[in-house]
């Protein structure tokens, strides 16, 4: 991907969104179900577009929490639905448009009115009522939940997630029946959607906090002791997000040496830093998004960023913007060292696409290291029975459980890692970027990256559903092939495309679902050089398969 000119540098007017505009469109423009673009789909992190585009508009989320109300009744989910949205502006008209058909179908709302209310605040309200043994708690009284957010996504976009009673992302058997009856609604011009005033809407809203029992709970999944006995300073950039009230109540209530550089809040994202492509996108993996923060990382022990909906972590030090998959290896490394509450046979949950560093580390440790495939939803239940004691992706996702092994949440949270980062540098002396120079010194040094390469519908179909024996290369890099995967080793499941391994190296490809590409994700412990030597490879491999060859 070409570099943009404007990569690093505050956002120019002319990347600005029109805000009025774009709500206008959210409420006036009628999408078209039959065009595939202007249909719900849920992706590995539900429903997103833009209004602008048809693809975000009043008339999705109406038929989408229809969709979301009738299945919830037919699953006898009872209990409060917990609902909350980010800082993009297309979330709090969706919120709305989702409380009056919520409402209206009688379902028991709870939210923080006038809040903003992230991912993990969510999920960790579901679990909270739904834990066993919760006094008074009737069988039935199960809690579910909504986020309207699109995640890093640039500031015209809208997002849409359904987290059913386990607290994390809806599996593909919920979502897949919630899209086709969304659609079945659109395609039916909305009849079966019911529907009250927003003014009915609200009255019949139980305001709700999230923020005090998270953050007062905080101490059982983190050692906020050490972190406030050490004096470590922290430095906090929320990124215009919904964690910034959250960020707020822990200045205030545990004592940190703790400091928010940033308390913009602005749907226009005004005061970011582009991205790589030219882009407004809250991606706190991003140096280039997150180049106000790394400007100040001198005046820091550690620093923090988050997404607006903060399921997505960033860590800075005196050493730069980690890498995501160097921190999530450092963070199984030291957890798995300082959590003696956690079972005993706690597993390691990786995505296909995460570096194989977390391999060796887990072998290193002692531990059994899960491979899914990409999407947080096949972590849930290994962290809700504790069978897993970390769940992390590539994207900078991840969570943990509690001190004493219980779930804390089942969806990304990008808050705890961040807290993770002073803890471990109050507990060792060191930043995550020392102790991660500590593990490449064990276990080797490796470099990752990831591209695109052209596909269109029918070679992305292809590729979708390789099987391991159309790939005939018998060597990549020059080190003999040991695995072709078409399903993840971890659970079996389809990782819709391809993954070829080495002893010393691997790639990955599977197919957008937004646009005409595939991406390929690859590593080497042999240095980038080699690293570009297996990209190149890659393709080849992948374009074979894709003509039959």
Request: charged residues 20%.
């Amino acid at each position: 991907m070409t570099l943009s000119p404007l990569a690093g540098k505050r956002a120019p007017q002319s990347l600005l969104t029109n805000i009025p505009r774009l709500v206008a469109h959210y409420y006036e423009t009628r999408p078209d179900p039959r065009d595939p673009l202007q249909r719900v789909a849920f992706g590995t992190s539900g429903h997103r577009g833009t209004s602008l585009g048809g693809t975000f508009n009043e008339a999705h989320i109406l038929a989408v929490t229809q969709a979301v109300a009738e299945h919830r009744a037919a699953a006898g989910i009872q209990g409060p639905l917990f609902m909350g949205l980010d800082t993009h502006a297309l979330s709090e008209p969706a919120w709305m448009t989702a409380l009056q058909v919520l409402v209206a179908n009688g379902v028991q709302v709870r939210a923080q009115a006038g809040s903003f209310t992230p991912t993990p605040l969510i999920s960790h309200a579901i679990l909270e009522h739904n834990r066993p043994g919760r006094d008074g708690k009737p069988d039935h009284d199960w809690a579910d939940g909504i986020v309207i957010t699109p995640s890093h996504n640039p500031p015209q976009d809208g997002g849409f997630k359904y987290n059913p009673p386990s607290g994390g992302p809806a599996d593909t058997d919920v979502t897949g029946a919630v899209q086709a009856r969304a659609n079945a609604i659109l395609e039916n011009e909305l009849r079966d959607v019911k529907r009250v005033s927003l003014e009915d809407a609200l009255a019949g809203l139980e305001d709700f906090d999230f923020i005090t029992p998270y953050v007062s709970q905080l101490g059982t999944v983190v050692n906020l002791d050490a972190i406030r006995q050490s004096g470590v300073r922290i430095g906090v950039d929320p990124l215009g997000g919904s964690s910034l009230p959250v960020w707020q109540a822990i200045q205030a209530q545990h004592g940190l040496n703790l400091t928010i550089v940033n308390e913009d809040l602005d749907p226009r994202f005004a005061f970011m830093s582009v991205d790589r492509d030219g882009k407004i996108r809250m991606d706190c993996s991003s140096p280039y998004a997150m180049a106000g923060l790394l400007a100040l990382k001198d005046d820091f022990d550690v620093a923090i960023g988050n997404d607006p909906d903060a399921d997505r972590h960033g860590v800075v030090t005196r050493a730069g913007l980690m890498n995501p998959n160097h921190y999530l290896a450092v963070m199984i490394e030291y957890l798995f060292s300082h959590r003696p509450g956690w079972r005993a046979d706690a597993a390691i949950g990786k995505t296909l696409v995460s570096s194989a560093l977390i391999d060796r580390v887990g072998a290193g440790i002692g531990r059994r290291v899960v491979e899914v495939p990409v999407g947080f939803k096949y972590f849930v239940e290994g962290l809700l029975d504790g069978s897993f004691g970390f769940g992390g992706e590539e994207s900078a996702g991840a969570s943990f459980l509690r001190l004493d092994g219980t779930p804390w949440s089942t969806d990304k949270d990008g808050l705890i890692p961040g807290l993770l980062a002073a803890e471990m540098t109050a507990v060792t002396g060191k930043t995550p970027s020392e102790r991660f120079a500590d593990l490449t010194a064990r276990y080797g040094e490796t470099a990752y990256d990831r591209q695109d390469a052209p596909a269109d519908a029918a070679q992305k179909k292809i590729l979708a559903s390789l099987s391991p024996e159309q790939v005939t290369a018998t060597t990549l890099g020059g080190d003999p092939i040991t695995a072709k995967l078409t399903r993840a080793p971890g659970n079996g499941a389809g990782i819709g495309g391809l993954k070829v391994t080495t002893d010393q190296a691997w790639f990955a490809a599977r197919p957008s679902g937004t646009e005409d590409v595939y991406k390929i994700y690859a590593e080497s412990f042999r240095g980038a050089a080699h690293l570009q030597q297996v990209m190149a490879e890659a393709r080849d491999v992948v374009s074979a398969a894709l003509n039959g060859q």
